[in-house]
């Protein structure tokens, strides 16, 4: 079952134009929420989180939403450069567990 | 560089054969934890220890083992490999527990032959 969801596998963006990347969880007692950038032969690198206690968390070019009654993460890029080409993971974590749990990722692909 | 480091990069061997994949976390942090990516099930958690005793198990195979030593590094020893344990391993470490960002090291990439 899985707990983390990514639905879109794959989104291309233009250069310059906001790029907006969908997380669902199901299990309301998720508290808390980040967003990692994966590049191939690397490990995953860690970009945003957000508290379950916040809906907005804002760093630089990247926002991160979090609407808890839908149960719903966003990760949003603006605005996006070519060098944000990669692969974006979602991950919760539960307060009294230390383990993330990952969705299965986005490509994202920002074209010129 | 998120400061995790872990050895070797690459590891190809045979089925039935046994492996020590080592992991030295960030200067400072007592949590490591390490994580499997397939192909089919994306980044798992395997196991986690902290200032040197396990604090949770994730879906980690009877036939996997990790320890951390008093130093911090710790090692994920995989045994009577099969074909489906190929996959990249990576390790993480946090400054304690709870909410506490993890950061992941380059991973090594395991291939059972």
């Known amino acids: 079952d899985q707990q983390v969801k990514q639905n879109s596998p794959s989104l291309s963006v233009q250069e310059g134009r906001i790029s907006i990347l969908n997380c669902d969880y199901t299990?309301?007692?998720?508290?808390?929420f980040l967003w990692y950038k994966k590049y191939p032969a690397e490990g995953p690198t860690f970009l945003i989180s957000?508290?379950?206690?916040?809906d907005k968390n804002e760093d630089g070019r990247f926002t991160v939403f979090l609407n808890k009654s839908a149960k719903h993460l966003s990760l949003h890029i603006v605005p996006s450069q070519p060098g944000d080409s990669a692969v974006y993971f979602c991950a919760v974590q539960s307060y009294n567990t230390d383990k993330l749990i990952f969705g299965t990722g986005t490509r994202l692909q920002v074209f010129p | 560089d998120s400061g995790v480091t872990q050895t070797p990069k690459h590891l190809i061997t045979a089925t039935g054969q046994r492996v020590t994949l080592r992991c030295s976390p960030r200067?400072?942090?007592?949590?490591v934890y390490w994580y499997q990516q397939s192909l089919d099930q994306g980044l798992q958690f395997l196991i986690q220890y902290y200032n040197g005793e396990e604090r949770a198990k994730g879906n980690i195979l009877e036939r996997f083992s990790a320890q951390q030593f008093p130093d911090l590094h710790s090692e994920l020893n995989l045994s009577s490999l099969e074909l489906g344990d190929s996959a990249l391993y990576f390790c993480a470490s946090s400054a304690g527990q709870g909410e506490e960002t993890q950061y992941f090291g380059p991973g090594t990439r395991l291939l059972v032959l």
């Open positions: 200067s400072g942090d007592l949590s």
């Open positions: 299990n309301s007692m998720f508290d808390y």
């Open positions: 957000i508290s379950s206690i916040k």
